[in-house]
Nanobody, 119 residues
């Protein structure tokens, strides 16, 4: 069993900052990819940022210059630092990871953490 647990969501004013955390636990053999997606009601889930075991990083245009993704491999954790938040960043943010256990890699999702940006 693998679990992804997010934390760090909350309510901030425009221009504020938040740091989301995701910790993966369970019978983990290897984590190939970790990342963050977000979703608003009525729209599909969209990629925010991700990191690959090779060291590559992918950042959506919406986050470039404002968001930073980082990984703590020793603790199976991933972080998303979000600065200069805008009202349009309001969403449920989900942690995602491609993880190998005793079976080949499978996609896992956290339950999500809500980010609200409003005055």
């Amino acid at each position: 069993q693998v679990q992804l647990v997010e934390s760090g969501g909350g309510s901030v004013q425009p221009g504020g900052s938040l740091r989301l955390s995701c910790v993966a636990s369970g019978s983990i053999f290897s984590i190939y990819r970790m990342g963050w997606y977000r979703q608003v009601p009525g729209k599909p889930r969209e990629l925010v940022a991700s990191t690959h075991v090779s060291g590559g990083t992918n950042m959506a245009d919406s986050g470039k210059g404002r968001f930073t993704i980082s990984t703590d491999n020793a603790n199976n954790s991933e972080y998303l630092r979000m600065n200069s938040l805008k009202p349009e960043d309001k969403a449920v943010y989900y942690c995602n990871a491609l993880i190998a256990t005793l079976t080949p890699g499978m996609d896992y999702w956290g339950k999500g953490t809500l980010v609200t940006v409003s005055t």
